[in-house]
Nanobody, 124 residues
Framework: QVQVAESGGGLVQAGGSLRLSCAAS????????MGWFRQAPGKEREFVAA????????YYADSVKGRFTISRDNAKNTVYLQMNSLKPEDTAVYYC?????????????????WGQGTQVTVSS
């Protein structure tokens, strides 16, 4: 099973940028679909972005489309989430996830491996 660990969270002002990283421990990192989810206090886990294993097709939540970019570096076993034009409503714990190919990449239930999460706080 792929193990993943996030890093790169922090405090940033509205309009600023952050890049989250997710390192995987297994050599077959390139075989897994990767996704980012987030959860704000008192709210349910929310899909942010995902990348399909086979062809690198990316998916984004409407709330982040045009501002966030998911990418992966198979040589480094790492997936990234570049977050630009951050808003206070982006404040949440961000989780990296890995899983087999699935029909709906926005459904967290399809992802089998999860990181511990990293806090992102956007001040107004």
């Amino acid at each position: 099973q792929v193990q993943v660990a996030e890093s790169g969270g922090g405090l940033v002002q509205a309009g600023g940028s952050l890049r989250l990283s997710c390192a995987a421990s297994e050599r077959t990192f390139s075989s897994y679909a990767m996704g980012w989810f987030r959860q704000a206090p008192g709210k349910e886990r929310e899909f942010v972005a995902a990348m399909r294993r086979s062809d690198g097709t990316t998916y984004y939540a409407d709330s982040v489309k045009g501002r966030f970019t998911i990418s992966r570096d198979n040589a480094k076993n790492t997936v990234y989430l570049q977050m630009n034009s951050l808003k206070p409503e982006d404040t949440a714990v961000y989780y990296c996830a890995a899983g087999p190919p699935m029909l709906d990449y926005s459904d967290y239930r399809g992802f089998s491996s999860w990181g511990q999460g990293t806090q992102v706080t956007v001040s107004s």
